[in-house]
């Protein structure tokens, strides 16, 4: 895992190209991340998955801001090598080390340069951290029941389905449910082909 960014300039990236890489970076978001964050965040064809509490599904520079300063939260965005601009971010939110938890949650832009086991990648090396430097001993998520790309993945990192929790999200004015779900240490899939 590298602590930054590669270092060339962006290479010009047209939606839906499959990219030959299979090498990523991951690290901390810098200040230049937090605006790419809080706009993903503002995207609603992308937030309408998320819930940042009190029914929030946007946040702006300066929560984003907040969170990064926060011991609450292992945030970091990730992207394919030759790329400076981030693909997407990964996180381990609400962390209670009294109890020893958190709550996974991922993004990716799917308009920026990434490749199939991207995503993957770097959402198994954030959850190993959390495991090993934040000594966590459960991970939670949960993935809206129309999702299916999330539950794909939350699948296959090694989390299992714990539950439903019934017609407590709105996506484009619809009730839906939240499939919940837990991920212990000796749970935590392998590494892929493509790491």
């Known amino acids: 895992m590298s602590d930054h960014a590669h270092p060339h300039s962006p290479t010009t990236f047209s939606a839906g190209e499959a990219l030959p890489f299979t090498g990523y970076w991951l690290r901390e978001p810098n200040r230049d991340d937090v605006h790419d964050i809080a706009a993903w965040l503002a995207q609603p064809t992308i937030n309408r998955w998320f819930d940042f509490g009190l029914g929030r599904q946007a946040l702006t520079a300066l929560a984003v801001l907040a969170m990064l300063q926060s011991r609450r939260h292992r945030i970091r965005v990730f992207g394919p090598t030759g790329y ?19 709550s996974f949650w991922v993004l990716r832009d799917s308009q920026r340069p ?5 995503t993957y990648d770097a959402s198994r090396s954030v959850l190993r951290e959390s495991f090993e430097c934040d000594k966590l001993h459960c991970i939670t998520a949960w993935a809206v029941e129309t999702n299916v790309a999330s539950q794909r993945l939350l699948g296959r990192l090694g989390f299992r389905t714990i539950g439903l929790q019934r017609a407590c999200h709105l ?6 449910g939240r499939l919940l779900y837990d991920l212990l240490r000796d749970d935590l899939a392998a590494p892929s082909r493509t790491s």
Do not use: E, N, Q
């Open 171 to 176: 996506v484009d004015g619809k009730r839906l």
């Open 114 to 118: 990434a490749y199939a086991d991207m």
């Open 84 to 102: 400076r601009a981030p693909s997407g971010l990964v996180a381990v939110s609400d962390i209670t080390h009294r109890f020893a938890t958190g």
